[in-house]
């Protein structure tokens, strides 16, 4: 069992940087593949990054890449999303969710999600 919970989300003009959290509870946290996906209202949930849990591996959404990096700390069990030279377009609820399978952007193979944080870019 995992429990997931985001913090980090806001407001920020276009061209600018926001830091997401994704902190974990239980005790298989570094076995679980960790990822983020998103949402805009209307529209699917869309996979923008995931990372190992060992290696630390990454794999990215082509949106994303070279923009946002996904990074994890085993030790204090949180996972974070470093996002920079943001866009209108990254507007979504982000949501962080934890996956026995690596790699997958798929989204029923994550089995654990957390509630989600709200991130607007400006224009």
């Known amino acids: 069992q995992v429990t997931l919970v985001e913090s980090g989300g806001g407001l920020v003009q276009a061209g600018g940087s926001l830091r997401l959290s994704c902190a974990a509870s239980?005790?298989?946290?570094?076995?679980?593949?960790i990822a983020w996906f998103r949402q805009v209202p209307g529209m699917e949930r869309e996979f923008v990054a995931e990372?190992?849990?060992?290696?630390?591996?990454?794999y990215y959404a082509n949106s994303v890449k070279g923009r946002f990096t996904i990074s994890r700390d085993n030790a204090k069990t949180t996972v974070h999303l470093q996002m920079n030279i943001l866009k209108p377009e990254d507007t979504a609820v982000y949501y962080c969710?934890?996956?026995?399978?690596?790699?997958?952007?798929?989204?029923?193979?994550?089995?654990?999600w957390g509630q989600g944080t709200q991130v607007t870019v400006s224009s």
């Open positions: 239980g005790r298989t946290f570094g076995t679980y593949t």
């Open positions: 990372i190992s849990p060992i290696l630390g591996r990454t």
């Open positions: 969710a934890a996956s026995a399978v690596f790699p997958t952007n798929i989204e029923v193979n994550y089995k654990y």
